[in-house]
């Protein structure tokens, strides 16, 4: 599971058109992403710890099946310790690294499509592969298992979520709990080629005295020419474990 919360929203609404595109071919389809993703917080630490990622996506949808694989290039700034995915605070030594972050390896089924009566359910799971330097990740394997929901309003609305849970791997004396993962928001369509949305997420408490976290990300996606899409997003945190700012943009094609 990536850190930046607003990149998970934005990731699942491109995988819902995604399926959605799947379905209407009837055939296989692809999609490669890359952007820039960008985030500062102080996480209970005496000053901030700033995260700079820049991602390589790709995916692929066969029917029901989903399979993507995710590698960032990243640089952290601060005495925050980037554990590949979540941030805990260091000590007052402020450090600037960067280099390969974790390969994150996903993969969905979706149990039935969206209809009148019921909303569409996907059943998801992802592996944090620990190919980050020491002091860009934990050098653990990390897992996430969660289920996604959406249904149509209209044509124009969409509501969305997901629930799952999420095992992290201490490291280093560093003592990392599990915990529940959540996220909902809002998609809207004021044209064909143009969404609008805003998402909610919140992780339980992932390290001790850092308390549960919260954010709020509102996002835009636009198709701005045959078979490439841009998605760009800012977010807010309102807890101490959430990066104070954040903002990010993916520049996607499909095959």
């Known amino acids: ?29 692809w999609q490669a992403a890359t952007g820039l993703d960008y985030s500062v917080g102080k996480y209970g630490g005496p000053s901030d710890t700033s995260v700079l990622s820049i991602p390589l996506s790709l995916a ?8 993507q694989a995710t590698l960032p290039y990243l640089n952290v700034r601060g005495p925050g310790v980037f554990a590949g995915g979540v941030v805990i605070s260091g000590n007052n030594s402020i450090t600037t690294r960067s280099g ?18 019921f909303p569409a359910i ?9 190919t980050a330097g020491s002091n860009l990740g934990t050098g653990k ?27 992290l ?9 599990n915990g529940m993962l959540a996220a909902a928001g809002v998609n809207f369509r004021p044209a064909v080629d143009t969404s609008i949305g805003v998402s909610a997420g919140y992780h339980e408490e992932y390290y001790h005295n850092l308390g ?10 636009w198709d ?24 990010g943009l993916r520049v996607i094609f499909r095959g």
Request: charge should be neutral; proline fraction near 3%; aromatic fraction near 14%.
């Open 212 to 221: 549960a976290q919260f954010s709020l990300s509102p996002y835009v996606l």
């Open 141 to 167: 394997y990390d897992y996430t298992a969660q289920a996604n929901v959406y249904h149509s309003l209209s044509p124009k609305v969409m509501l969305f979520g997901s629930v799952g849970y999420q095992w």
């Open 169 to 177: 791997t201490s490291f280093r004396g560093y003592r990392l709990e």
């Open 224 to 247: 701005f020419a045959s078979n490439w899409r841009l998605s760009t997003y800012g977010t807010v945190g309102l807890t101490k474990s959430s990066p104070d700012l954040g903002a």
């Open 100 to 117: 390969l972050g974790d390969l994150n390896l996903g993969a969905a089924w979706r149990l039935n499509r969206d209809s009148t009566e």
């Open 60 to 67: 692929m949808q066969s029917g029901r099946l989903r399979l």
């Open 122 to 130: 996907e059943i998801a799971g992802d592996v944090k592969v620990p």
């Open 1 to 29: 599971m990536t850190f930046h919360n607003a990149a998970i929203f934005i990731a699942m609404t491109c995988a819902l058109s995604f399926a959605a595109q799947a379905d209407a071919a009837n055939t296989f389809v």
